[in-house]
């Protein structure tokens, strides 16, 4: 029978599967699995460097940071396999859509997250570590500034769960391009 993580694991891949993302290389694109897999050994590592962090939370809520946001997937059934907590992480890395600018969306998760067990923190941490290597070939250098900008604010909101995490951020944050 598999563990959490496993079963974690195998509904993401199924509901992502048929989603791509963009790499820097025009015409290229990889399937978004890449990009939870990438999050999750993020996830893993900081592991090493925090024993106290509850392993199943952080991990099954970096597999599963996207699903609500990105697929068909439901609260309802990821409580139902996972339970109330790792629903709770994950909604608060969820967007919502309906606030009306990015800002505000981002905004609203930082304080859910905020109000959530550190390891919520932590996979959003991850998640812009990741999501900070190159960025696509279309994008403007407005772009490029404004996601270094919204990294900045990630990092000064949730910094504190993790020096090791927090170091990272920073460190991809100030390597990332703006031209």
């Given amino acids: 029978m598999p563990n959490l993580l496993q079963k974690a694991w195998l509904l993401a891949a199924h509901h992502h599967e048929n989603q791509r993302y963009n790499t820097p290389i025009e015409g290229l694109t990889l399937p978004y699995l890449t990009h939870i897999g ?12 925090h024993p106290e962090f509850d392993a199943d939370l952080l991990l099954c809520s970096a597999v599963l940071h996207d699903t609500l946001e990105d697929t068909d997937l439901t609260p309802d059934q990821v409580e139902t396999t996972f339970g109330k907590e790792i629903l709770t992480g994950v909604r608060a890395l969820t967007k919502d859509e309906n606030l009306p600018s990015k800002r505000e969306q981002m905004e609203d998760s930082l304080q859910r997250i905020l109000a959530a067990p550190p390891e919520i923190a932590a996979v959003k941490l991850c998640d812009r570590i990741n999501n900070l290597s190159p960025p696509p070939h279309y994008w403007t250098p407005t772009k490029k500034a404004a996601y ?22 920073a460190g991809k944050i100030a390597a990332y391009p703006t031209s």
């Fill in 38 to 49: 990438a999050v999750l050994i993020e996830a893993q590592q900081a592991l090493h460097h």
């Fill in 148 to 169: 270094r900008e919204e990294a900045q604010l990630i990092l000064d909101q949730l910094g504190h769960v993790s020096t090791y995490l927090s170091q990272r951020l």
